[in-house]
Structure formats: structure tokens, C-alpha cells
């Protein structure tokens, strides 16, 4: 974690008003809700189209494979520093079939003894993330494994989520009670 406490502080409930738990309605559905929307939600407007999009790339729409989605996700929180992106990502990357050697060799990137399919996902997240462009290397060897729209939502997911790193990393968003932060992302 960047910040040991939050800039924006998530809000509490005697705090909200009704158009901002009119928004939080769906994220909680009989879980508590997360710190990412009750932060985001002193934002209503934004948070409202933020998650519109993230719907989008978090869906079935995103032509990528849950699991193959979660590479990018976990790689590029990693690359930004984001705890909180790492953290929650990891649950649901396991959830999407990935197991902990492979959670674990994410973080150690392309060549940690990755297939090729995965390997471009890493290598095109690490582009991304560090030149914002993914090389023509990088972009035919993602095509030996994806299709054109996969490759599209390669793009769009690592996108939403170096957005998402960097303001988790500078509102200082916090990790859930009980949440375990990985070590190689402290400080």
C-alpha cells in the first residue's frame, strides 16, 4: 500500500445522502460494501459511469476468458502498486481458475515460466502500463492466440485498470478488514 491511511476517507452511513445510497444499492446486495464505491461514491457522477465501464470489462461483453482477464488485472495492479487492486484481484482471479504459483509468477512477469498465450497477455500489460502502446511483436503474438476484439479488450481492461491503481494509490483507498495484502506490496 502507498498510504497507510486514506486523502478521502470512505464514506460512513450517517454521511451518506440519498442519491449516494440510491448508488451504493447494488454494490452491497447483502455484503458489506467495499471501500473502492463508498470512497468513489463522494464522487456519485463519476462513480456512476466509472462503474458503467467497468460493468463493460468485468462482463461477458469482454470477449477475454475470466481467467485470461485476471492476468491483465492482476499484472497491471502489480505494475502500479496497488494493494488493493492486487488484493481483491487475487480472490477473484482465483476464482477464475488461476492457481497461486501462477498468482505468485504474475508478479515475477512474461518470462516466469509462462505458455505463450499468457505470456503476450503479461508482456502486453507490462507495454501498456509502461509506454502506453503494445509493440507490433507483442500485438502478433496476441493475435496468434486471440481474435481482434480480444485484442481490443486486452487494451480496454489494462486501461480501466491502471485508472483504477492510480486513484486507489492516491485517495489512499484501504484494504478491507480481515484482507491480507501481499508483502511485495508493502511501502
Known sequence: MRLAAPRIAPLTESEMTEEQRELLKPFGEGRPLLNIFLTLARAPKALMRYQQWGAYVL???????????????????????????????TRIGREAGLSEDEISRIKAGADAGWGPADAALIRASDELVGNHFISDATWAELGRHLSDKQRMDVVFTAGQYTQTSMFLNTFGVQLEPGAKLDPDLRG
Open 59 to 89: 462482463s461477458r461483453r469482454n470477449d477475454l476468458p475470466a481467467r485470461e482477464r485476471e492476468i491483465v488485472i492482476l499484472r497491471v495492479g502489480f505494475l502500479c502498486k496497488s494493494g488493493y487492486e492486487f488484493t481483491q484481484h
